[in-house]
């Protein structure tokens, strides 16, 4: 392609003939006058082509000594080492970065909340700027110009032309690529760089989650031309109480068989204050009653999947049974909730003794127990929130703010 007869411009055009006369073609074939006109369409990119290039005086420089060909070649080129230096830089920058683990409590995550953290970072030298000098010079080494390696051409043996190349440290600096005087070395690092302790301020923000990245950029360890980033991943602290599945909140209680059976009003420890939740039913063991909207805040990165602010808070059930009851009651329950008799003959009769589960390998029953008396003492704060069950008897035990 002649970008100089596309324009319509002779070849030694000053950058003012070539403004002009592209304005006056590029309004002439404006694909906005020409709808769908392709023969005007391709004219019009053409145009645009040839003046991107005369416009420039670098591309059009190359372009009058080499052509078109010319300036492909030179845009490869440029194009590669871009790459290239790209794909170092990232390489660099993830030796550079620092990875934290940072724990943090449910009730943060739920709360959002600022931290300082102390941070231990690489950076440069701040009194000789990586030069590892006082004065600042840069002394050097002749023998490896700086790269601290030498490379020879080793021919592999006189009769073949078969050669390689060798590289090996640089022996006059030791590898160093400098040679600094005694008098002038920096007297505050030895190679350059030091090491700091920064106080770092990190935003947990509402609704976080567990193995969560924030990434502060430029905060990890300083290299030469390019510093890292600092990766901070939270781990969530389990909780006493609560027990997180997604967006949702669990609470385990531990109810009474009157509980059981004629309901309960209790104090649920919430993270925006006490909710008072009142149930007047008969609760059956593996039942959940749902709070809505008292789960965990909706990350802002994952509201697009959500469509309430809050995920749900479900309070779950352990039925512990008396250790006796009295003769009357016994009766009483009998002609109330009569037992089915065995219907097949039996080949013996054993009269069961219960088991002390104290001896046995699973503690479950004793550590329930704790939880349920570390959970009322909890309890006695006074309420900021009331839920109270409708009078139906809704076996999904749904329930509704009041
Ligand atoms: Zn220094
Ligand atoms: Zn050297």
């Excluded at 013996?348 to 001896?359: A, C, F, I, M, N």
Aim: neutral net charge; contains cysteine.
């Amino acid at each position: 392609m002649d970008y100089y007869k596309i324009l319509g411009v002779e070849k030694g055009a000053d950058i003012n003939t070539i403004k002009k006369t592209y304005k006056k073609k590029a309004m002439e074939y404006h694909p906005d006058r020409h709808g769908n006109d392709e023969e005007k369409q391709e004219k019009f990119r053409e145009i645009v082509e040839a003046y991107e290039v005369l416009s420039d005086e670098k591309k059009r420089n190359i372009y009058d000594r080499y052509g078109e060909e010319g300036l492909r070649k030179i845009q490869m080129e440029k194009h590669e080492t871009q790459v290239v230096e790209e794909l170092n830089r990232k390489r660099m920058k993830e030796y550079l970065n620092i990875k934290k683990e940072i724990k943090c409590s449910l009730e943060d995550m739920y709360n959002g909340k600022t931290i300082d953290l102390q941070v231990e970072r690489r950076i440069k030298c701040g009194s000789c700027d990586t030069t590892c000098s006082n004065s600042k010079t840069n002394y050097k080494c002749s023998q490896c110009q700086g790269s601290g390696k030498i490379i020879k051409i080793v021919q592999h043996n006189a009769m073949s032309n078969l050669a390689f190349q060798q590289i090996s440290v640089c022996d006059t600096c030791s590898g160093k690529g400098n040679i600094i005087p005694d008098y002038d070395k920096c007297t505050n690092c030895s190679n350059g760089y030091t090491q700091t302790h920064e106080t770092i301020k990190l935003n947990i923000s509402k609704g976080s989650y567990n193995n969560q990245l924030y990434i502060i950029e430029n905060k990890g360890n300083e290299g030469p031309d390019v510093s890292g980033d600092l990766y901070l991943i939270l781990q969530e602290i389990p909780h006493s109480l609560f027990r997180r599945e997604h967006f949702d909140l669990y609470f385990k209680y531990n109810i009474s068989l009157t509980q059981s059976l004629t309901g309960l009003s209790i104090i649920v420890p919430h993270f925006k204050g006490d909710i008072l939740v009142s149930y007047p039913h008969v609760i059956q063991p593996s039942s959940l009653l749902k709070l809505s909207n008292y789960g965990m805040p909706i990350h802002s990165d994952l509201s697009h999947s959500h469509n309430s602010p809050y995920g749900d808070l479900f309070i779950s059930f352990n039925l512990t049974l008396p250790s006796s009851i009295s003769t009357p009651f016994k009766h009483l329950l009998q002609s109330e909730f009569p037992s089915p008799l065995p219907s097949s003959s039996p080949i013996s009769y054993h009269l069961l003794e219960t088991v002390d589960s104290s001896q046995s390998p699973s503690q479950s029953s004793q550590s329930s127990q704790s939880s349920q008396s570390s959970q009322s003492s909890q309890f006695s704060q006074s309420s900021n929130f009331h839920y109270n069950f409708s009078a139906d008897d809704n076996p999904n035990m749904s329930c509704t703010p009041q």
